[in-house]
């Protein structure tokens, strides 16, 4: 078994060992204005922007912040703990004061929970932050890890989230594009991302979709794929007839999308839908069966797709729909070929029933069904205003059955859902008009499913919890030997827990978007995907949930004399030797084994210095699976007596101020 797997399994022990009351993350507080509002964060950090608001439900302007839960530590010992602050800030250690602003403290942790109180409050000129760290004699200063601050369950807790939840359902099943109020709810395009986002635009669906399939979708969208925001939002005995009426008139006299594909590609298709992580969010299309890992469905894409169209969707998912959650990988043509060659091929042919359209009175229908209000924008017509709707109570959308519903749209809420929808719309709706980039943060790596792929707090990703299924994939094609410098079938995916920290937002923003042009670690087998449309505020949010700003200070031109040591230190001759492994700039490395590591120069572009400094001096701390070397002892001290007489810290800055002067 690797390593990180080893570690994430002793995580998930000592999580099962803790009391059913421990929750991962601590409870906040937060206070403005006289209102108050709870969260749960993973760490005890926090960055708010002057001038913006520190929640969704709060106003902008002066706020107190107070954290409370448990610092479980993994022995009983002596350790530091230390705050970086704007100002007023407190901490107090199983019931004493610790630390009065920003500082380090020694103390003594007993083994297992150890109460935690901090409060700060908002700095009263420029941006408000803080953050705590943690060292000990065996390892240096670093973030309190999430997977050791947890809190115990909490009803105020358990009713914000459900507010979160109903404010995000009601963005996302876009209510108010039905259901308008100038006075309450923000402009479109404004307030809470996810608001106001249009549905997929209907263009050209009669040359992607079959229109048996595409009736069977608008009567009962929830028997394709469970838990979509498309609702059945035709009602009545006669909705399958009307269901083919607007089959009929979106696909009237579009002409399908040429091309054949070549079924015998369909296991270098397989091997695709394993390696690029497809398998992870997607159950395989010959998948029978209730999925463990509640995975999307795709035993219908034959019955679904013309084969040419779906070659050209899997090179661009978001062509017409900016806000999908199916990322842009960058495929080249034979790659999506090959990939829908598997997915046709596998697919479960369902027999069907077509029933004939009519696309005139298709056309009259998707004016009076609403559909154009989700899918185009149009102004609410026909459906009544939020005031009467919110009014009704329990009638229509929010309704459990279908007698109460009557005419209104069945999105399948589950009954949690519906309880959610109401305990948001109790509120002042004023939470839609604006949003914090670290709560937008944490609903995306939900919604855009990021763990299928990446670890994230100790828990491992779907994708490694479904190997055998990939492994069964690349075994349906012959085995090849490895190429040196190609990548490596089993390279483990890098984990999401320190990405805040790690990444430059300007950096990372790009990455997410799919717009670098180069792979940063060539040995993975895997491709990050872009997700253009949500990259810049995921970004932004992953920063601040580590209490740091979208961009760091300033530094000055770099030191000539450090610059000078610092490719020394990088060398064969007198250095650590790093360009064994790592090339620099166009100078490539020396003697890589398996795959070459990252440039050097990339790692300039990427790296926050925080980060950079705690990576070099500790690298197994962050991921006990890597290959870099530890060069330095708890101290901080490493076997280079010179220059800077072994000082880890100054060595290594000298190694940054040098990669960061390499073009």
């Known amino acids: 078994m690797r390593l990180r797997r080893f570690f994430c399994l002793l995580a998930a022990t000592l999580a099962s060992a803790l009391s059913a009351q421990d929750l991962p993350g601590l409870k906040v507080t937060f206070t403005a204005a006289g209102q108050s509002d709870v969260r749960t964060d993973r760490l005890l950090a926090l960055y708010v922007p002057a001038g913006q608001a520190p929640t969704p439900f709060l106003p902008a302007g002066p706020f107190t912040a107070k954290w409370e839960g448990d610092l479980q530590s993994p022995m009983r010992g002596t350790f530091k703990l230390a705050v970086e602050t704007s100002g007023q800030f407190k901490l107090s250690l199983n019931g004493q004061p610790l630390l009065d602003g920003a500082g380090i403290k020694t103390v003594q942790l007993n083994k297992g929970p150890n109460r935690l109180v901090a409060e700060i409050a908002g700095a009263a000129k420029g941006d408000t932050f803080a953050r705590l760290s943690w060292a000990s004699k065996d390892f240096p200063l670093e973030p309190v890890p999430p997977s050791i601050l947890t809190h115990a369950a909490d009803k105020d807790l358990d009713l914000a989230a459900q507010r979160r939840e109903g404010r995000l359902l009601f963005a996302q099943m876009n209510c108010a594009a039905c259901h308008a109020d100038a006075a309450r709810l923000p402009a479109k395009g404004s307030g809470m991302p996810e608001h106001g986002q249009n549905a997929p635009l209907l263009a050209e669906l009669g040359t992607k979709f079959k229109a048996p399939v595409l009736a069977d979708w608008i009567h009962a969208p929830h028997s394709i794929r469970p838990h979509s925001l498309m609702p059945k939002a035709l009602t009545g005995p006669n909705s399958a007839q009307q269901a083919a009426d607007l089959a009929a008139m979106l696909t009237q006299g579009a002409t399908p ?68 959650r199916m990322p842009h990988f960058r495929l080249e043509e034979e790659e999506a070929t090959q990939l829908a060659a598997y997915l046709l091929l596998n697919s479960r042919q369902i027999k069907r029933q077509p029933i004939a ?24 017509s026909t459906q009544p205003p939020l005031a009467k709707v919110l009014a009704a109570g329990d009638k229509g959308c929010l309704s459990a059955d279908d007698k109460a519903r009557a005419t209104a749209p069945d999105f399948a809420l589950e009954a949690t859902q519906r309880a959610a929808l109401k305990a948001f719309l109790a509120t002042d709706l004023a939470s839609l008009k604006q949003d914090t980039p670290a709560e937008y943060a944490e609903r995306q790596i939900k919604n855009l499913n990021c763990v299928a792929c990446h670890a994230r707090d100790g828990a491992v990703s779907t994708w490694t919890k479904v190997d055998g299924e990939a492994k069964k994939l690349r075994d349906a094609l012959p085995a090849q030997e490895h190429v040196e410098g190609e990548p490596v079938h089993d390279a483990p995916i890098p984990p999401l827990t320190w990405l805040g920290e790690k990444l430059r937002h300007d950096w990372m923003s790009k990455f997410i978007a799919g717009q670098i042009e180069y792979k940063p670690r060539p040995w993975l087998i895997a491709r ?17 949930q580590h209490g740091l700003p979208q961009k760091e200070a300033d530094e000055p031109a770099g030191d000539a004399e450090k610059i000078a040591n610092g490719e020394k230190l990088v060398g064969a001759d007198g250095g650590f030797n790093c360009i064994t492994c790592h090339a620099v700039g166009e100078q490539e490395a020396t003697a890589v084994f398996e795959a070459p590591a990252i440039n050097f120069a990339e790692s300039a572009e990427r790296l926050r210095k925080g980060y950079y400094h705690r990576w070099v001096l500790a690298p197994t701390r962050i991921d ?40």
């Open 624 to 663: 006990p699976d890597t290959k870099m070397p530890k060069y330095a002892d708890p101290e901080g001290v490493t076997q280079l007596s010179e220059p800077y007489e072994g000082k880890g810290p100054d060595q290594f800055e000298a190694i940054r101020q040098y990669i960061k002067s390499v073009k």
């Open 357 to 380: 359209g009519d696309a005139a009175r298709g056309a009259a229908l998707i004016v009076s069904a609403g559909c154009l209000n989700c899918h185009a924008g149009m102004p609410a």
């Open 257 to 324: 999308k040429a091309g054949a594909i070549d079924l015998k590609l369909a296991p270098q298709g397989g091997e695709l839908f394993a390696n690029l992580g497809c398998i992870a969010c997607h159950q395989r299309p010959d998948f029978e069966g209730k999925d463990a890992h509640d995975r999307v469905p795709m035993g219908h894409i034959a019955d679904k797709w013309y084969p040419g169209s779906l070659v050209e969707y899997l090179q661009d998912p978001a062509k017409h729909y900016p806000a999908t």
């Open 528 to 544: 990050m995907p872009g997700f253009a449309h949500h990259a810049d505020s995921l970004a932004l949010g992953l920063n601040h």
